[in-house]
C-alpha cells in the first residue's frame, strides 16, 4: 500500500488541490487513440480511491495503483508551462515509488 499526501499546488493566485490534478491525469487520453477496458478498470481503480480518501484525506493505493498513477503522472501532457506542475508530479511519483 502506498499512501499520497494530498497537498495544494498555486498556480498564480489560483489553488489547485493534487486531488483535482491527479484526476486529471488519470481522465486524460491520447487524441483519437481509443482506451481499452483493462486501462478503465486500472485508472477507476484510481478515481475509486479518490473518492474514499481516508480520515486524513490522504490517498492510499495498492502498490500496481500506484505504480500506474506515477506512470500517468510522468506522462501527463500539461497545456503550459509551470514549476507547480513539476512540483506536483515530483511529489506525486515520489510517494507513488517510494
Not at 498555486?10 to 493534487?18: A, M, R, S, T, V
Request: aromatic share 6%; proline share 4%; net charge negative.
Amino acid at each position: 500500500m502506498k499512501t499520497i499526501t494530498l497537498e495544494v499546488a498555486k498556480i498564480g493566485k489560483e489553488d489547485l488541490p493534487y486531488e483535482a490534478l491527479i484526476r486529471q491525469c488519470v481522465n486524460a487520453t491520447q487524441p483519437n487513440q481509443p482506451i481499452s477496458l483493462d486501462e478503465q478498470r486500472r485508472r477507476l481503480r484510481i478515481l475509486d480511491a479518490l473518492d474514499a480518501l481516508d480520515e486524513a484525506d490522504n490517498l492510499v493505493l495498492e502498490d500496481e495503483d500506484a505504480k500506474h498513477l506515477a506512470k500517468l503522472v510522468e506522462t501527463m501532457p500539461w497545456a503550459f508551462v509551470n514549476k507547480a506542475f513539476v512540483t506536483f508530479s515530483d511529489d506525486v511519483i515520489k510517494e507513488c515509488r517510494g
